[in-house]
């Protein structure tokens, strides 16, 4: 059926694994809605470069070295921050 499918329109099966990976981003989606944060890559402990003990958090993340996905934000998914 599938062959058929495919021998009639090949295109089927381009947007059958176009679906296919957009269930599995939702999917993902739910599953892991955060993502590092691109400022701090995940470490949001900004370091002083004199007094190295000193730090402050991250501003883009307000110390949590997180944030939500794109699609999160586009979709609704999830929690909110
Ligand atoms: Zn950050």
Redesign the pocket.
């Known amino acids: 059926m599938l062959g058929q499918l495919a021998a009639q329109n090949p295109e089927a099966l381009v947007w059958g694994g176009v679906a296919l990976y957009l269930l599995g981003y939702v999917a993902s989606l739910w599953l892991h809605p955060w993502t590092r944060?691109g400022?701090?890559k995940g470490n949001?402990r900004r370091y002083g470069s004199i007094f190295t003990r000193a730090w402050r958090p991250?501003g883009?993340?307000g110390g949590t070295?997180r944030k939500t996905r794109l699609g999160v934000r586009v979709l609704g998914i999830g929690r909110e921050r």
């Open positions: 944060c400022v701090c949001p991250c883009r993340c070295g």
